[in-house]
């Protein structure tokens, strides 16, 4: 018996052996439950009620995953019966046993699915999540119910509210599953459910949860609102959790259906939808699709600092053979030690076993000297920002490699096209622009020269899913995407220093807008050294008439650079950051100096200023092709500078809050700012026309 899907494939087939049935789901690529599959799904567990032979079935997922969650594409449109939690209810209810047979992933609606069974079986790689939070959603097929029935308030609290998903070991020791399955994950789900027939059911649902004190209980909530930083479904998971010791399950079920409808017709679930999907079309570059990749296994890395090791990181996490190289036996001795470091941090977290580590270690060679790069298939230079030094280094890379190898570059500003030049090869050479940490940062910028083959870029986009990064590809310019509109903000955020506003307090709106940290403690901690270089290179190029704050420029004068030093924007006594009074006097003295009356800044003015800038510059990057689609930017700005997700990037924004009123505040501060700051063409045309970012 099966349902036939509106692309005429049976995506839920019922196989009625005896006495043990299969249930198997087929709805490419991840078994979401579309309509089809919910329709299919009810009619074959009613058919498995009815069919005297049936006396218990396994639930089963054809392809790599089990059911990966409701399906994401629909949630724009008016639900349609089956309802998913009155599937999840039949499956629970049947008095059949019913086992969860699960690999892959079983996320969302594919986790409650599993939950509403009466025995869960996984692959020893299986994952178990409820992911909904990420896409501004409360699960909605009783997840919020199910779960802390299953493992308890505390752990679901935690699931639920993260949307962290836990693999198969840790489900276990959870309760979330019963069995890891040791071969055969259907025979082994068949095993078992043949063990329950004539048993009593073990209906989650009827299950009783163990209440937590009230203080505790609002303390975690309080918690868990701080921490989600604006997003506002942690807060409402939490508390349909915490319902679930109160009420019965059909009572709290209802609740959570009503969130969960409420919440899916939510701006916040429909940015973070728009980063879910963007995050994933990143990959599809117009004109790469037939471009075959090249093949790459043995990588070089020139530089041991902290880019150098945290980028072998990344390639040696992800089963690359990795050769870091260095000038001097003191560097490549000082970046072993910190390599080494960070997979000692990560075993005696419990985020890897020593095995896991030792293998890693082992996958990272040491070397003196670019002569020992001649066997790589890519070698990605994270020298010192200095153009000359990268040019002297591309020639002598030049000579080593053999023809056909990569030559990547890690500069956040530089012109690749310069480096390139200093070679034979210039279609060889491409910007790799990892974000620190490099081995946990999901960004990464994909720079092409004019010179840049495609197969080279399309071994970028390769490189990227293997490492499990979110790739940009973009064009040259001072700074790329990301760092060209972070210099733009910082710089916004300066004037506001010198009209009145203190580094705190900027940092405080910023935060209060849902960046993790605002710009000066995010200065702070990535070291004022950098950006003072780059400002003394610009330098000679600056306009004149350029608005121009040089408190920074002091900062680093009087060797404060931030963290490192103990003193930055702010200082640090014992690691905690602390308004500096001496800050606040050269604020104050700068302001006095320009002639300029401070004023109290309100935070709605710095964050929509700040919005502005950012919006602006986005659009003269759009005007310059140096990215092709608006969501290029807004991935860029997500996953590398902390832009809050649930408001889907600044251009998804701008749509929401309106370009015309985006467009006057930039000319405001044209006006105020003089040189730079002119609207964007493409800004000033989509304001007039009500033309949208995203139609
Ligand atoms: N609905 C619709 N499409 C989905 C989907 C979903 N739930 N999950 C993934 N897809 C699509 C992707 O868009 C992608 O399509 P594309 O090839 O056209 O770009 C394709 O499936 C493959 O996805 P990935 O590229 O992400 O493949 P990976 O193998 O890297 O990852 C995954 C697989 C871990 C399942 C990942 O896709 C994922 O995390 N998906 C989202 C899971 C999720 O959030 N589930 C909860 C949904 S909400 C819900 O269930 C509500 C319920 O409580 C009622």
Known sequence: MTATSPEGVDPVRLVSTSPVALIEIDNPPVNATSQAVRAGLLAAIQEVGRNPQIEAVVIACAGKTFVAGADIREFGQTPREPHLPDVINAIEACSKPVVAAIQGTALGGGCEIALACHARVAEPGASLGLPEVKLGLVPGAGGTQRLPRLIGLEAALDLVTSGRPVKAQEALRLGLVDRISSGDLRQDATELARELIGQPLRRTGERSVVAMDAETASAKAAEIRKKARGAEAPGKAAELVLLAAGLPLQDGMARERETFLDLRCSEQSAALRHAFFAEREVMRLPGLDSVEPRRVQKVGIVGAGTMGSGIAIAFADA??????????????????ARVADVYDKQVASGRITAAARDERLRAIGYAIGTSSLSDRDLVIEAVFEDLEVKRALFRDLDAVLPPGTILATNTSYLDISLIADATSRPA???????????????LLEIVRTDATAADVVATGLALAKRLRKIPVVCRVCDGFVGNRILSRYRQQAEYLLEEGALPHEVDAALEAFGFPMGPFAVSDLAGLDINWARRKRLAPTRDPRERYVDIADRLCEAGRFGRKTGAGWYRYEGGKREVDPVVTALVEESSQRRGLTRRAISADEIQSRIRAAIVNEACKILDERIVERPLDVDVVMMHGYGYPAWRGGPLFEADRVGLQSILAQVQERAAQDG??????????NRAASGAKFYP
């Not at 060889?428 to 999901?442: C, E, I, T």
């Not at 040189?675 to 000033?684: F, V």
């Open 319 to 336: 089963g690359f053979d990795v050769r870091i190289v260095e000038t001097s036996e003191q560097a490549l001795t000082a970046g072993q």
């Open 675 to 684: 040189p730079g700051w002119e609207p964007a063409d493409s800004l000033i």
């Open 428 to 442: 060889d050479v491409v910007g790799l622009h990892f974000f620190s940490p490099a081995h946990v940062m999901r």
